[in-house]
């Protein structure tokens, strides 16, 4: 398969279907812009099946993703998008950067799931943005930002009550999305790479943040986690 994209996280394969390409996640782990990294054996299979789960979920409850099947233990066929160069962050909890510039202690429940949004750019750490400067910087219109809000908002109420049932706070997670055609599909990846997910009891974290702060063994908390969901 010829490669089409490399990230820090995974890998992007055209496929003789013009509309499908191939993810297959690795096994790394990166963070703070890719300084930190380390290997994990299985850590890409994880992701795939966690992925898989959440979207299929997502997809359940009216939300339309990129997904199409899971190929291989760390590989998923999916539509292809045009990417849009944004993320998109969905705050319950103060955790991470909101907590840092802000000078916010970590844990605090908002009162609304904040939406925050983000330029993707290694090169300028991807900084934040606003609505008026992602328009008018010409990365989305008002309406499609109206589609990414009210889609992640969806998301986290789908997410949120799936997971309490099983004993997990969704503290914040990141989104991407992609065109394909005509709409705007939640494209990327769902893993504990790109959420904070913390025990609703001890508030012990299965996610990223434990290979970012060593908290913890980083695949001891995605098996957990893993485990959680899939009981
Ligand atoms: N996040 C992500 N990719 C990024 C930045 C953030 O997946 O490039 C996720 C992160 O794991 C967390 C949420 O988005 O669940 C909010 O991240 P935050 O803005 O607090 O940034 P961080 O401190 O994690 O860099």
């Not at 103060?94 to 750019?121: C, E, M, T, V």
């Not at 300028?124 to 400067?133: A, I, K």
């Not at 109420?157 to 997990?168: D, N, P, R």
């Not at 970012?212 to 695949?219: K, S």
């Amino acid at each position: 398969m010829e490669l089409l994209y490399e990230g820090k996280g995974k890998q992007v394969f055209l496929t003789d279907d013009p509309d499908l390409v191939v993810f297959r996640f690795k096994d790394e782990a990166t963070a703070f812009d890719g300084v930190k990294k380390e290997s994990f054996g299985g850590k890409g299979e994880m992701c795939a099946t966690i992925t898989e789960i959440l979207m299929n979920l997502l997809e359940k409850n009216g939300v339309r993703t990129h997904f199409v099947k899971r190929l291989s233990n760390n590989e998923m066929l999916v539509k292809r998008c045009f990417m849009l160069p944004i993320e998109v962050v969905v705050r319950n909890y103060s955790a991470g950067s909101i907590a840092k510039n802000l000078g916010l202690k970590k844990g605090i429940k908002f009162p609304f799931p904040i939406k925050d949004l983000f330029y993707k750019s290694d090169e300028l750490h991807d900084p934040m943005l606003n609505d008026d400067r992602a328009v008018a910087l010409g990365f989305v219109t008002f309406d499609e930002l109206d589609v990414l809000y009210n889609s992640a908002l969806k998301v986290n109420e789908v997410l949120s009550s799936f997971l309490l049932e099983k004993g997990i706070i969704l503290a914040d997670f990141k989104l991407e999305f992609g065109k394909f055609k005509d709409s705007i599909l939640l494209a990327d990846e769902i893993t504990p790479d790109s959420m904070r997910l913390w025990d609703k009891d001890t508030l012990e974290p299965f996610d990223k943040d434990r290979f970012r702060f060593d908290l913890g063994d980083l695949l001891a908390g995605y098996r957990l986690f893993l485990e959680k969901i899939t009981k």
